[in-house]
């Protein structure tokens, strides 16, 4: 639940339509004309990392920046496949074990240093050392890894513990970006500081709480198969600004201080729209849907009768909806409708019903009432716990909203939730003790359906980390995964991740809702050629150039 | 004005012993207060509740950063690093807490020294202009002086940058330059400023009844020049004594206006330290907040004795 996010396809970029209008002045007036060179882009976001090296830690707001100085092996496009990038090619074993990339020659990090095998290995060393602090990259391969290795100059073999058919869309995120072994070595403080990579531009100086400033790399030779022009970035100049507040964040962009902010707030969305000169690029990311997990050590909720009788009674378009006024869609399937193998057939499984909910509920021995209404079995309240974090960063008020609308619907099936805000230690807390909480709101992005693996698996179950907010597993459910897992073929793929989006359902372990959303906003009369990659959302700012006469 | 050197250093040295008891106090309540913070630190520096680390990746955290240890024998590096004048290394910024905080404090000293100017102006402007006028003056001076009182930072904020910088686009949204001091410093210094004049017409009303009044008239002094030279001095001295707490008061407000307006300061650094249990970083900040209070306090009292001669005696014999 990290915010690891992917998307969807968003592949029409920018339809800039240049718009002459607005007394700001352009920004590109100085720059000569009829090219699309030169110029300093000024893009706005919402969460500063605590450190810009993507391998500690692992955090979405470390991906979207590391994407502007950090290349990957490999690219993943909107359909899910995935395209060269500092490997030229790659070729697996039969048996899915042994994972041979072929380097792009010629490429050099920042610092001057060759990028060859023995740098991609010590990329994989430094993500496997505990001392590096990862949270997410190592997560993705602790399950699987057993080595990396130089073959030659510019092959490296990854040999895994067993098959991971998506390992490939797994490397294309920024968490796997590669950087210079000999900044590595310097160690964390430096690396987080200063990372060095091979990518379209590099980092000068970060300006905490303020800004980052990134200057366009001039031999940049790497730019993956699907970027719209090879060689280096067009603008020479990259400031990435933190803007926290989102009226300040929208200001800045409406009157021209910055070309592009991350995350439009949902509140924005009609405004922006109204916007001529502000177009908006969504993107729906891979992952577990944001959900209401059921923790099915609670003894009303070990009872599959009572999750189903939770879900009927929620309507959950219709929170989603009311808080959300439409900006987000509703989702109730298991993954979101970006990530690899959505099936349809499971989008809404259990329609509003209120007569259903309490037919299950009836069934499942929680037949009396108490003074307050609320159902009783054996003189006990069916109470349920809902901690959130309290800080409005955290849990947004549309959230919020969501919480409220399904306490109020839960009552009038007499179920009693308890909304308990809290403080973010404590949050921190509650994750790793199964007695705290008995329902918690989260979602998970990552870029493949194997996301399922990660929060509904006994591996995960066992880890014991808070992963499986379930605290359940089901053993055809894990074979289901992990032959998906094992194969390649992609039809075979495709009827695996269905059967476990099925299985997802009967269990009824958790009530999606709405799947997570990034939003760029552009101001599509000042820059054009911003896009979205896939993996993980990251904006990608190589291809962006101001707009000036001639263009 | 008869202040004897050895006096002098004897008063010194009470006011410093007194501020390091002061700062060692803070430093020891911070650091247990929050150790009683529920959760783990190690998963907070690893990105909190929405972060999945494995039981390793916490360990190899928890011995870097001493977590394993007993308490007291955390709260013994903590302390001997403070004399050291070592405020550690932060959590999560993985920098020196005194690099953090050097980098930090100045911005927010800028905006709370740009906001008390401000506050001190709209003050002795709606005091001078209203108080102690008949009629429907002093009523409206007085209302005013509520209504800006009672206005809270984060609402003048967004209320400020929408409509002056986003709509009327008269000042940048966002600018490291003084443009971009000038609302955030509004927004801290008029309710401050609303507090001020309160005070200050009240003190400014009483003195207006005082016999040098009605003295200085019959002289032939023209009544604005009264009320400039004479009773405001009388006047202003609770509030200069106010601004010393008024200056802490800033500092927590600048809090939510550096979030507001994007501004670099220690306000913003304070936020996330604690959301994210970075002792260390939350330690720094408090101190820093605290000695500011000592000095503005110190700044208050050299700034009374300056406006009221009076005092010049009674303290310097003290």
């Known amino acids: 639940m990290r915010r690891r996010t992917v998307m969807t396809g968003l592949a029409a970029a920018g339809a800039g339509s240049v718009l002459a209008a607005c007394g700001s002045p352009a920004p590109a007036a100085e720059l000569p004309p009829g090219t699309r060179e030169g110029g300093e882009l000024i893009f706005a976001t919402d969460r500063e990392p605590t450190c810009l090296d993507p391998h500690n830690s692992g955090d979405m707001p470390q991906t979207y920046i590391a994407r502007q100085y950090l290349d990957s092996l490999v690219s993943m496009r909107p359909d899910g496949s995935v395209v060269p990038w500092l490997a030229e090619s790659w070729e697996i074993s039969e048996d899915g074990l042994v994972y041979d990339f072929t380097l792009k020659q010629g490429v050099r990090f920042h610092d001057g240093e060759v990028l060859d095998a023995d740098a991609v290995v010590a990329n994989f060393e430094q993500i496997m050392d505990p001392d590096t602090q990862s949270s997410t990259a190592l997560l993705y391969l602790s399950p699987y890894f057993v080595s990396a290795e130089s073959l030659s100059e510019h092959v490296v073999r990854v040999t895994l513990k067993r098959p991971y058919s998506p390992l490939l869309t797994v490397l294309a995120q920024a968490f796997f970006g590669i950087e210079s072994p000999a900044a590595m070595a310097r160690g964390l403080t430096e690396n987080c500081a200063l990372p060095v990579g091979t990518g379209p531009f590099k980092v000068v100086e970060w300006r905490r709480n303020q800004e980052v400033i990134l200057e366009r790399n001039d031999d940049y030779t790497s730019a993956p198969a699907d970027a719209q022009h090879q060689g280096p970035a067009y603008v020479r100049r990259l400031t990435w600004r933190f803007l926290k507040d989102n ?96 099936d349809e057939t499971f989008h809404q499984p259990y329609p509003y019903d209120e007569q259903r909910a309490n037919d299950l509920l009836d069934q499942a021995g929680w037949t009396g009432r108490d003074e307050d209404g609320y159902r009783t079995r054996d003189g006990q309240r069916l109470s349920l716990r809902l901690p959130y974090a309290s800080d409005p960063g955290e849990t947004p008020p549309a959230d919020l909203t969501i919480l409220q609308n399904f306490q109020a619907m839960q009552r009038r099936v ?79 793929q495709q009827e695996l991740y269905s059967q476990a989006q099925q299985l997802l359902t009967d269990q009824a372990w958790h009530i999606p809702l709405y799947p997570i959303q990034t939003r760029l906003a552009i101001r599509s009369d000042l820059v054009e050629g911003i896009w979205i990659e896939p993996s993980e959302g990251e904006p990608v700012l190589h291809d962006a150039y101001l707009l000036r006469d001639g263009l | 004005m008869t202040t004897t050197p050895a006096l002098a250093a004897r008063r010194a040295l009470t006011t410093l012993a007194s501020a390091a008891l002061l700062l060692w106090a803070v430093a020891t309540i911070v650091f247990f207060l929050q150790h009683l913070v529920p959760g783990d630190p190690a998963q907070t520096i690893l990105g909190g509740a929405s972060a999945n680390p494995p039981e390793e990746t916490l360990e190899a ?26 405020l550690g290394e932060s959590y999560t910024m993985k920098q020196p807490v005194t690099a953090i905080v050097g980098e930090q404090i100045l911005p927010t000293l800028q905006l709370t020294a740009a906001s008390l100017l401000i506050a001190w102006a709209l003050a002795i402007g709606l005091t001078l202009l209203t108080a102690g006028r008949r009629g429907r003056l002093a009523r409206l001076g007085a209302s005013l002086e509520v209504v800006l009182a009672a206005l809270p930072h984060f609402w003048l904020g967004v209320v400020l940058l929408v409509v002056v910088a986003v709509v009327l686009q008269w000042l940048p949204v966002v600018d490291d330059g003084p443009a971009g001091l000038i609302l955030p410093a509004l927004t801290l210094g008029i309710p401050l400023g609303g507090f001020l004049a309160q005070v200050t017409r009240d003190e400014f009303e009483t003195a207006l009844q005082k016999p040098f009044v009605l003295s200085a008239l019959s002289r032939g002094a023209s009544p604005a020049a009264v009320r400039w030279r004479q009773v405001l001095r009388h006047a202003a001295l609770p509030g200069i004594a106010l601004s010393g ?41 408090t101190f820093v907040v605290a000695a500011v209070y000592v000095l503005a306090n110190i700044l208050s009292d050299l700034a009374t004795v300056l406006v009221d001669p009076r005092l010049r005696h009674t303290i310097g014999h003290a």
Request: aromatic share 10%.
């Open chain 2, 61 to 86: 955290v928890r011995a870097q950063y001493g977590f394993d240890q007993p308490l007291l024998v955390q709260y013994g590096n903590f302390l001997a690093g403070l004399v050291r004048g070592d």
């Open chain 1, 247 to 342: 009226t300040a964040r929208f200001g800045a962009l409406r009157s021209g201080a910055v070309h592009a902010i991350f995350n439009l707030p949902p509140e924005s969305v009609p405004t922006a729209t109204a916007d001529e000169r502000i177009t908006t690029q969504d993107f729906v990311h891979s992952c577990v849907p944001y959900a209401l997990d059921l923790n099915t050590t609670h003894p009303a909720l070990s009872d599959r009768r009572v999750r189903r009788a939770l879900v009927h009674a929620a309507d959950a378009p219709g929170m989603v909806h009311s808080a959300y006024a439409g900006v987000f869609p509703y989702e109730g399937n298991a993954i979101s409708t970006g990530t690899p193998f959505y």
């Open chain 1, 414 to 492: 007499g179920v009693e939730i308890r909304l308990l805000p809290v403080d973010a230690a404590t949050l921190t807390a509650i994750r790793r003790d199964p007695t705290a909480f008995d329902i918690r709101a989260g979602y998970w992005n990552s870029p493949t359906a194997g996301v399922m693996y990660i929060k509904f698996s006994q591996e995960t179950f066992e880890i014991d980390n808070g992963q499986n907010v379930s605290y359940a597993f089901d053993e055809e459910l894990d074979q289901t995964l992990l032959d998906a897992a094992a194969t390649t073929d992609p039809a075979r």
């Open chain 2, 245 to 285: 707490w008024g200056l802490g008061s800033l500092i927590s407000g600048a809090v939510v206006v550096e979030v507001i307006f994007s501004r670099q300061g220690i306000g913003q650094i304070l936020v996330a330290a604690v959301t994210a249990q970075d002792l260390p970083l939350v330690i720094g900040v």
